[in-house]
């Protein structure tokens, strides 16, 4: 057998980079590439650029289509100087799954369930730990509702840097033990993830640990980013219509954005845009409010609550650069309530035979309602995102039970 035919080329070679430098994402100051950087001096995201006209010259799109189908096939576009940096789970190329009787013919859902550790958390998490591990750091804390918190504990312990995770009590029981089998250790809050995101700033802040929590490194917009890369190349370098995007913290709407900008500059799509719909729940819904009053930043949703855990985010550091994207698009920010997640969900195992997660479930339920409101037409191409696979999450009890020794009357089976 030959050995070689099991190497992903993706990452193993040696590849050039084009990384200039990064900015802070409200003032555009600069900040030098290739320091360990958190938020800006004025409180906001940093984003990673590249010399694209450097990359445009040097990497050709029919190079990066005859690669592996996986996420590190566009290493020239991702941050990563050294090929040793790499930590890897095997990140595919996540499929597009039409679900006709449960959204419509038009309707693809891209299954990010399909990724290690089981949701598009691994995306933003393999590249933020992969450049902590470049950048020299040793031990990491984050607040999550579940998937990211299992995805840096996976990442982390594969590559030997210490992880402690907080989560808001109300998370999944199996992420939670997901987490600690992991490696990490995992702490339950009586509180929210941004109250748990206050106790790993305190740490931060005292030297214990680097925080990783959402947008305060800049590495994670990088990983998510590949979202909206593979996208384009699945589709064949034409962007679909709409795009329904479960919001929490927002880095997957942000990263997508970012992505679609760099890929016009470089040629390899035109100026066609998706509209982007910022989903969230009834229960939770601070960019939906913010986004109805016409406001650049978004106020704490009090008293969050909501059956689909991965957007229960009261506060997002990224509000605007997530309002920023929808707005310029065209689309809007839509909230669902939980009884919709919950139908949604059922709908599509029942009639597609696609098991999505809450938050899958919301896209879904918005998708729908969107449709029948005249916001969406049901001709558009849709492309709707599922960010975990549904086995995580409680399902319904089945308690049918046959008794194999009495009598079965078959024609009620």
């Known amino acids: 057998m030959n050995r070689n035919h099991f190497v992903n080329h993706n990452l193993s070679e040696d590849r050039q980079t084009f990384v200039t430098h990064l900015e802070c994402s409200l003032t555009g100051e600069r900040y030098e590439a290739d320091q360990l950087h958190r938020l800006s001096w004025a409180g906001r995201p940093l984003l990673v650029r590249y010399d694209l006209d450097g990359l445009k010259q040097s990497i050709q799109r029919q190079t990066i289509e005859a690669r592996e189908t996986d996420l590190w096939r566009w290493r020239e576009l991702l941050p990563v100087r050294k090929t040793q940096s790499i930590v890897s789970l095997g990140e595919i190329e996540t499929p597009l799954i039409p679900i006709p009787r449960s959204g419509g013919r038009n309707v693809l859902v891209k299954d990010e369930g399909r990724l290690p550790t089981g949701s598009f958390k691994a995306r933003g998490l393999v590249m933020a730990v992969t450049m902590a591990r470049e950048l020299g750091v040793t031990r990491i804390a984050m607040p999550t509702n579940g998937n990211a918190g299992a995805a840096l504990a996976a990442y982390a312990s594969r590559c030997g840097i210490e992880t402690v995770v907080l989560c808001p009590e109300e998370t999944p029981e199996v992420n939670v033990r997901e987490i600690a089998q992991q490696g990490a250790r995992v702490w339950r809050v009586n509180g929210q993830i941004d109250e748990c995101g206050a106790i790993v700033g305190k740490g931060a802040a005292e030297g214990l640990w680097f925080d990783f929590s959402t947008l305060k490194e800049p590495y994670r917009i990088e990983g998510k980013k590949t979202m909206g890369l593979e996208l384009a190349a699945q589709l064949e370098w034409e962007l679909p219509d709409a795009i329904f995007y479960p919001t929490g913290g927002g880095t997957g709407l942000i990263g997508m954005w970012k992505a679609f900008d760099e890929l016009e500059r470089l040629g ?137 020794n009495g009598a079965i009357d078959l024609t009620q089976l």
């Open 268 to 404: 390899w799509i035109g100026s066609k845009r998706p509209r982007m719909y910022a989903v969230q729940a009834a229960g939770c819904a601070p960019i939906v409010r913010a986004f109805d009053a016409g406001v650049e930043f978004a106020e704490r949703w009090e008293d969050a609550a909501t059956v689909a855990a991965g957007i229960r985010v009261p506060k997002a550091v990224g509000d605007f650069l997530i309002l920023r994207a929808v707005r310029e698009s065209g689309g809007r920010a839509l909230a669902v309530g939980d009884p919709a997640i919950l139908a949604a969900v059922d709908e599509a195992a029942r009639k597609d035979g696609l098991l999505l997660c809450p938050e899958g479930g919301a896209v879904l339920a918005a998708y729908n309602q969107a449709v029948r409101d005249g916001i969406v037409d049901a001709e558009e191409r849709a492309v709707l995102f599922n960010c975990a696979t549904g086995l995580k999450y409680p399902l319904p009890p089945a308690d049918n039970w046959l008794d194999r």
